[in-house]
């Protein structure tokens, strides 16, 4: 019972992590919380279902609900988010908004019934003695892949160094040439790219319908104030604050456990504003 | 023209003071609105009074919405919890334990106790001194997340995600709902217009526009907070147990997050802080929900969703800018009719500890992490001195400065102000013991009026009215002469934003010293004056020394202007004090001169 | 052939914050491989005035000219890109970075760098040793090193420094003039240097100007006898 329950929460961490990831880079460089975010899931969770009613191979869906979500992203970006540099609060607003526009064109698009998309890979493995499904713990080894191709592309990458730059100190960086304005373009671009590709990834899990990303929304944002801007942070956040949310859920009550998250990030924060990795 | 009035000679009090109130204007409307109500459902279809008494109730929820982000700046996702609380409180005593007069008020008192008791602890845990806005909404946004799942935790007791329905409750005809609800909502803005058109109301969009120079005038800002979340709690509990007990039906969404989310966005279309606008922009929004739920509904919540964004990023003031500056300036024209406040001198306040020392610093230090800013700062300041601190760029005088203000800021150290020790004390507590702080960049209250500033800094010796305005401003004779001599006697009524650069300066300087401090913390005063400025500056300083014996600790640059003013001068040089003695000591001396100029030609300086 | 007899040309320049002037009618000119000193006691505009030529604040009026070519308003990043340095006085490098993605950034376009970095080595030795090394664990005097080779880098044909000497000890301040007057030698790069230090600023400059409350006060040659009489006299109290 034990190996499941590890199973449980490392997979769920590995989720938690993917659906973030797209927030955690926006939140560190345009210092804005993107309340579109459960939207953006929800663009990719239908993009996969499209690419799999037209029958393309189900693991092409991915790549291709994050080109949806980069191309959303950029005109997002430049259209609601530049003009609210400047006013974070109005920004979650504006966002959540945007949010709200996009569900109710999905919901005209695709109607309010719930969808089912086929999974890449289907069928269960044997562990211990229980069987535990292929797709989650594939899930584990894609969120690993994207936090280590963000990593690279953080690190080992012009963009990614005047991505840094940018986050640690924009004056500086503007100084120096770096087009600060692009720069937050294309993070937000990124960040919409990441949600979405992370949309795709969960809904075989979870089915398709208008409101996917929202659950999710609360509970990533609020794990990345936790995490502050760090991967290997919210890998870690991922990993305790899933873990919590996995052994409430299993020992206590399913409906206790998707308040932990939120209730223990926000005690945290209370004691630690600045999250547990920065300082 | 304002005037002064001097209190009789002997006097130990101000004389009564006269106040102001919108109450006949309140009354007027409110009468106006009742016979509206009253006559409504005679005119209307059955349908439409149905949907009318729900929005009353919402709407009376969206001005406590208004209250709190509109006026005082905390956006709050919140409010639907409350809702939610009374609304179950209604529900679950009518369901589970019975029904009658006396099991009505209890379960009313439940509901407002509830959720005052909630909105007490996520105020605690959201307004602390130095919590970030962002934080305070994130405490908010999970309110009616915990809530709706404690709900759906119920099970059978509160019916979990289906609800209870069909509960005993007062089938009154609609009529008489309609006109429940309807006298609610105006009781219920009619107070709140009372309180925001209050001196009161003022302090709130003070907090909103700056709540450091808030804290640093003495206003226990997060006690404000939490107690306008308590009563504006009180008052959503009060809207759900109506709402459910007319509509006899009870569900996990009316505690939700997504409620909460309806109402910004109706106060924002409404436009916010203007307390009339988002009441209608409910009712007008929810009563065409309601009829278009059977058609399209999709294509409507677009709509609201698109106006919604359009609103946020473009209108700020929300989609009535017509009825929206129409109203303001019906109400800034209302006020300025001789509502120019009366100036007048405050009496002074009682100085007990007038024989110990205004200010003992010992030991202060101040790191941040391995990097020493300040270290061993051991000085004491008299009664009537004019001490300057100076030093190079990062010599940690505006660290010392706000290790004065504010005892949360230094490592280490005891600071003491008139005997009494600062510990740890919040800024506004800090103020309490007799400091007072300048800000650099003029930091006022842009939107209000210099009157309306200097009112709010009077707030810990004056305490506001709740319900009205005073026709008179009270203010120690210093901030009166300053407020005098610099012309801004004749600006009373102008927003502080309009004012020039100097004007600003002064209007803080005034602010600052209309909290009666015995000690004033200045930094960089004559940052950006005119040389003409400058001398009043300079004047003014002194003579606040002279007259009212006050310490005055200021942070200057301009060498020229210390050695003109002051009467004693410190020089910190990387977190420590170098010297400490009187303007000639530290103008003749060597250690000064290598300091600044890193050596001066022809002489070789030592490698240190 | 037109060369261009200034290369930068401030004329009626006023800014600020706010509603406050700092800087009032600022006329200042620096020719091609000419390197001119600005003092001043502080809060007198020096610094305002360099955040203004390199577009962190808007002009109220004046005009500022590059090359022939006006640049008042133009944005930091597109003024960086035409080959201007800006070492600002506060928070100038990533601390957080190490030392040789600090000198990368230096760079908009990486091209020359290693080039770049090989000569940087010859004036800098204690760089190349510590490219790896966050730059926050550098001593102050070689942040301001890094600083200053990280301008250096860029191949720039204007460099506007801010008080680089602040703080640091004599025998640094000595290396760092030197650089300076070699590399102007080698490539005629216009210098404009805001400092407080006397000695440093008339070694180093062909002319100097004292800004005063956001005016210019006073101005002269280096090699003026009385330069460094007159200077002291403005700065010190």
Redo the contacts between chains.
């Keep these: 019972m034990v190996g499941v329950l590890v199973l449980d929460i490392v997979t769920t961490a590995a989720i938690l992590f993917a659906v973030a990831t797209g927030l955690m880079i926006i939140l560190g460089v345009m210092k804005l919380i993107n309340f579109a975010h459960g939207a953006f899931l929800t663009i990719g969770g239908y993009a996969a279902y499209v690419a799999t009613s037209l029958g393309w191979n189900p693991w092409l869906a991915i790549p291709f609900a994050a080109l949806v979500g980069f191309l959303l992203g950029v005109i997002v970006e430049h259209v609601i988010v530049r003009p609210l540099y400047a006013r974070p609060l109005d920004a979650i607003l504006a966002t959540w908004g945007l949010g709200i526009i996009i569900g109710q064109l999905i919901t005209i698009g695709f109607g309010r019934q719930v969808q089912f998309v086929e999974s890449p890979i289907s069928g269960a493995i044997d562990f211990l003695g229980q069987s535990y499904s292929l797709y989650r713990l594939v899930l584990v080894v894609l969120a690993l892949a994207m936090g280590a191709a963000l990593t690279a592309l953080l690190y080992f990458t012009r963009f990614g160094l005047n991505a840094r730059a940018v986050i640690m100190n924009e004056d500086l960086a503007r100084g120096l040439g770096i087009d600060s304005t692009k720069v937050r373009l294309l993070t937000f671009g990124l960040g919409a790219a990441l949600a979405s590709m992370a949309g795709a990834l969960i809904t075989p899990l979870i089915s398709v319908d208008p409101n996917l990303g929202l659950p999710w929304l609360v509970n990533s944002f609020m794990l990345v104030l936790v995490s502050g801007v760090s991967i290997p942070g919210l890998m870690v956040a991922a990993l305790i604050l899933g873990g919590a949310q996995v052994i409430v859920s299993t020992y206590f009550s399913a409906i206790l456990g998707g308040l932990t998250i939120v209730v223990i990030a926000a005690v945290i924060l209370r004691v630690r504003p600045q999250g547990l990795t920065s300082g | 023209m304002a005037e002064r009035a001097r209190p009789a000679a002997g006097a130990g009090r101000s004389p009564v003071l006269k106040r102001r109130s919108d109450l006949g204007i309140v009354l007027k409307v409110g009468a106006l609105a009742l016979v509206v109500l009253g006559a409504a459902p005679f005119f209307l279809d059955i349908y439409s009074v149905n949907i009318l008494i729900r929005a009353l109730f919402l709407a009376a929820l969206a001005l406590t919405v208004d209250l709190l982000w509109g006026y005082t700046g905390i956006l709050t996702f919140g409010q639907s919890a409350f809702f939610g609380i009374g609304a179950y409180a209604c529900a679950l005593v009518f369901t589970h334990w019975g029904f009658g007069a006396g099991w009505a008020v209890l379960a009313l008192a439940l509901g407002i106790v509830a959720a005052m008791a909630v909105a007490a602890l996520a105020g605690w845990l959201a307004f602390y001194h130095g919590a970030s806005p962002l934080y305070g909404s994130i405490v908010t946004l999970a309110l009616p997340i915990v809530l709706t799942q404690v709900v759906f935790a119920g099970g059978r007791t509160t019916g979990s995600s289906s609800g209870l329905s069909g509960f005993p409750t007062y089938y009154w005809t609609i009529e008489i709902w309609f006109w429940v609800a309807g006298a609610f909502l105006v009781v219920v803005t009619g107070l709140a217009w009372l309180f925001v058109r209050s001196d009161m109301g003022r302090i709130l969009v003070a907090i909103k526009e700056n709540e450091t120079r808030c804290a640093y005038l003495g206003i226990p800002v997060p006690r404000i907070k939490i107690l306008l979340f308590v009563v504006a709690g009180g008052i959503g509990a009060i809207a759900g147990f109506g709402y459910a007990a007319f509509t006899n039906v009870v569900a996990p969404e009316l505690t939700g997050f997504l409620l909460g989310t309806e109402l910004l966005i109706w106060v924002a279309l409404g436009g916010r802080g203007t307390l009339i606008g988002p009441v209608m922009g409910a009712i007008l929004i929810d009563v065409t929900s309601s009829y278009l739920s059977g058609g399209l509904p999709f294509y409507w919540k677009l709509l609201v969703g698109i106006l919604f964004v359009v609103v946020i990023v473009a209108l700020p003031q929300g989609l009535m800018p017509v009825v929206a500056n129409r109203w303001r300036r019906l109400v800034r024209s209302a006020e300025n009719e001789a509502e120019t406040p009366v100036l007048e001198v405050a009496s002074p306040r009682d100085r007990a500890h007038d024989e110990e020392q205004p200010l003992d610093v010992r030991n202060v230090h101040r790191n941040f992490g391995s990097l020493q800013v300040l270290q061993g700062i051991d000085f004491i300041a008299n009664k009537g001195e004019l001490l300057s601190l100076v030093g190079p760029n990062g010599a940690g005088k505006t660290t010392l400065i706000r290790c004065l203000a504010d005892g949360h800021e230094r490592s280490g150290g005891d600071i003491a102000i008139y005997g009494q020790a600062l510990g740890r004390w919040p800024p506004d507590r800090c103020v309490a013991l007799g400091i007072g702080r300048k800000f650099q960049a003029a930091n006022v209250f842009a939107t209000l009026t210099v009157a309306e500033c200097l009112r709010v800094a009077r707030y810990r010796l004056d305490r506001p009215s709740v319900w009205a305005r005073k026709s008179v401003l009270a203010l120690p004779e210093a901030a009166l002469r300053i407020v005098e001599e610099t012309g801004l006697a004749k600006t009373l009524e102008v927003e502080a934003r309009q004012l020039a650069h100097g004007q600003k300066q002064a209007l803080e300087l005034a602010m600052v010293l209309a909290l009666e401090p015995s000690i004033v913390l200045l930094d960089e005063p004559t940052a950006g004056l005119t040389r003409v400025e400058r001398e009043r500056i300079g004047a003014i300083l002194t003579s606040l020394t002279e007259r009212e014996r006050l310490s005055i600790l200021l942070v200057e640059h301009d060498l020229d202007f210390v050695r003109e003013i002051s009467s004693r001068v410190i020089v910190l040089h990387q977190g420590r004090i170098v010297l400490d003695g009187s303007v000639e000591d530290v103008v003749g001396s060597d250690l000064v001169r290598q300091i600044y100029s890193g050596g001066v030609y022809g002489e070789r300086s030592e490698e240190s | 052939m037109n060369a261009p007899t200034i290369r930068l040309g401030i004329s009626g320049l006023t800014s600020?914050?706010?509603?406050?002037?700092?800087v009032r009618g600022v006329n200042i000119s620096v020719a091609p491989g000419e390197i001119v000193a600005l003092l001043g006691?502080?809060?007198m505009g020096k610094s305002t005035l360099l955040k203004t030529v390199?577009g962190?604040l808007t002009a109220r009026s004046g005009r500022i000219m590059l090359d022939g070519s006006d640049i008042t308003g133009v944005?930091?990043?597109r003024i960086?890109?035409q080959a201007v340095a800006?070492t600002?006085?506060?928070?100038?490098?990533?601390?957080?970075?190490t030392v040789g993605?600090n000198l990368?950034?230096?760079?908009?376009e990486?091209a020359w760098f290693d080039e770049e970095l090989a000569r940087i080595g010859q004036v800098f030795p204690f760089l190349l040793e510590r490219l790896g090394q966050r730059a926050g664990t550098l001593s102050g005097g070689e942040q301001k090193m890094l600083l200053i080779a990280r301008a250096l880098m860029a191949r720039p044909r204007l460099m506007l420094v801010d008080?680089i000497?602040?703080?640091?000890?004599?025998?640094i301040?000595e290396r760092l003039a030197n650089a300076l007057v070699a590399e102007r030698k080698r490539t005629g790069v216009s210098m404009l240097l805001v400092e407080?230090?006397?000695?440093?600023a008339?070694d180093v400059a062909d002319r100097w100007t004292v800004l005063k409350?956001g005016e210019i006060d006073d101005e002269g040659d280096s090699a003026d006898q009385d330069?460094?009489a007159r200077?002291?006299g403005h700065?010190?109290?």
């Design positions: 600020g914050y706010g509603e406050a002037i700092v006691k502080n809060g390199m962190f944005p930091p990043h960086a890109r800006y600002p006085q506060e928070q100038a490098i990533f601390q957080d970075l993605d990368r950034l230096g760079q908009p990486a008080e000497t602040e703080g640091l000890q004599p025998s301040i407080q230090n006397i000695r440093f008339l409350v330069a460094a200077i002291a700065l010190l109290v």
